[in-house]
């Protein structure tokens, strides 16, 4: 991937960070990705400044996430605006109204209840919104997601509303864990996929973060969520 010269020397290691990223997603899609299947990289945007955001975007980065709505509203008149934005974060249903506006994919779809407000504000403001379901694939109680084996339900369910679509899902696999967990998140994409359920086109897995991307790339991932490797590590972020 070629990357435009930077002009600023006080984010040079952003610039460092995404070309070791860019360099270890390609290796990674070229050895495991079938069909040559293209692999997006997402720049996870928490407690990072617009400056370092609107850097990184000048350099290659095309997606941006965002996992807090307060946050993402305090910050979003400031950004570059050829990158899309995505919701990551945990949606509670009386926020959906703040973002349906400004983002392209709303990725942390876990419940039907938070499924039908966002059709129904997407309908409210005249588009069709786009969506991954959030799948808690380790069981975990501290993370947001439908259980696994709801997954298919849920989906059948949310793909009768009218002003959502379903392109794929979404997981945070446990740290450290077995390969096997990423493996069966990518099982359930593919047995989903087969379906052929009206209205839902499976096209994104989005799986993979800072410390497990090229992993989960192995494993059929075709969206990485990175913000440490990228950034550094967080600071707070006032606003």
Known sequence: MDLPKNNS???QYILENYKEICYNVENARAKYAKNGENVQIMAVTKTVEPEKIN?????GVKLLGENR???FISKKDSYDKSAQVHFIGHLQTNKVKYIIEDVSMIQSVDSLKLAAQIDKSALAHNKIMDILVEVNVG??????????DQCHELISEISQLENVRVKGLMAIPPIGCDESV?????????SISEMN???VCMQILSMGMSGDYELAIKHGSNLVRIGTKLFGARKYFGG
């Open 197 to 199: 359920i009206k209205g």
């Open 182 to 190: 990423f493996e069966k998140m990518h099982e359930l994409y593919l």
């Open 9 to 11: 020397s006080n984010f």
């Open 139 to 148: 069981d975990e109680a501290s993370k947001s997601g439908v259980a696994y």
């Open 69 to 71: 709505v307060q946050e």
């Open 55 to 59: 850097f990184a975007v000048s350099q």
